[in-house]
């Protein structure tokens, strides 16, 4: 059961990353770059995992929640309107703005698995979620300086209280959908930045 509106929109925005018209002023094919960017991939697909287990509820749950105000609006987005994928894009725009929302992300599961611990829920998904995020940044952080581009900052998001075992429940499932499809978008942004910035065999 799925909370928010059907993804397939989404999967087909995505298709359009596949038609890009990248910058023409494309970098040399550095293999630390290429490396880098290979070894973000394993990363999105265990937190595609991840997602999933942070909302394993009955579908008496899932109603319960689905009827319930979304309001945890610090958690940056991906831009997955087709008017976002029209313009020309150099490496590092994707790049820093994945830097961002992973960061955001990071952020917030370290706040859920918080929450979920003070709820005397299971706080392995968070944990789990948090420690490839972590990993993400640090992996964008160091492509970034491969780049000579500047690591963006951003303020530190205002989180919600939560106050009852359903508030964690409900914060869960949420940022686990906007979790799948931050990773949806991120993977195959990172197949184009693969196929930009690593030699062909």
Same mark, same amino acid.
């Given at each position: ?18 038609l890009?018209g ?13 490396s ?9 697909d ?15 749950? +899932?109603? =319960? ?6 309001? #945890?609006?610090?958690?940056? %987005?991906?831009?997955?309107? &087709? /008017?976002?994928?029209?313009q020309?894009?150099k ?14 992300y990071?952020?917030?599961?370290d706040?859920l698995?918080?929450?979920?611990e ?10 789990g979620?948090?420690?490839?995020? +972590?990993? =993400? ?6 492509? #970034?300086?491969?780049l000579? %581009?500047?690591?963006?900052? &951003? /303020?530190?998001?205002s ?14 499932v ?28």
């Open positions: 059961m799925r909370i928010f509106p059907d993804l397939t929109s989404c999967l087909v925005l995505l298709l359009l990353l596949d890009i990248l910058s023409s002023s494309r970098p040399a094919h550095t293999p630390s770059l290429c880098l960017i290979g070894s973000m991939v394993p990363h999105f265990r937190l595609i995992n991840l997602s999933k287990k942070l909302q394993e509820l009955s579908d008496e749950d +899932l109603s =319960l929640i689905a009827a319930a105000e979304h309001r #945890l609006d610090s958690l940056l %987005e991906i831009p997955h309107t &087709a /008017a976002a994928f029209t020309p894009l490496v590092n725009e994707p790049i820093s703005q994945l830097y961002n929302l992973s960061e955001s990071k952020l917030h599961m706040w698995k918080t929450a979920r003070n709820m005397s829920l299971s706080s392995q998904p968070a944990e979620a948090s420690h490839h995020l +972590l990993k =993400l940044t640090h992996l964008l952080n160091s492509s #970034l300086h491969q000579q %581009e500047e690591v963006p900052q &951003a /303020a530190p998001p989180l919600p209280p939560v106050s009852t075992a359903f508030d964690a429940l409900r914060f869960s949420e940022v686990s959908e906007k979790l799948r499809v931050f990773v949806l978008f991120a993977k195959r942004w990172i197949r184009v930045l693969q196929k930009l910035s690593c030699p062909r065999r």
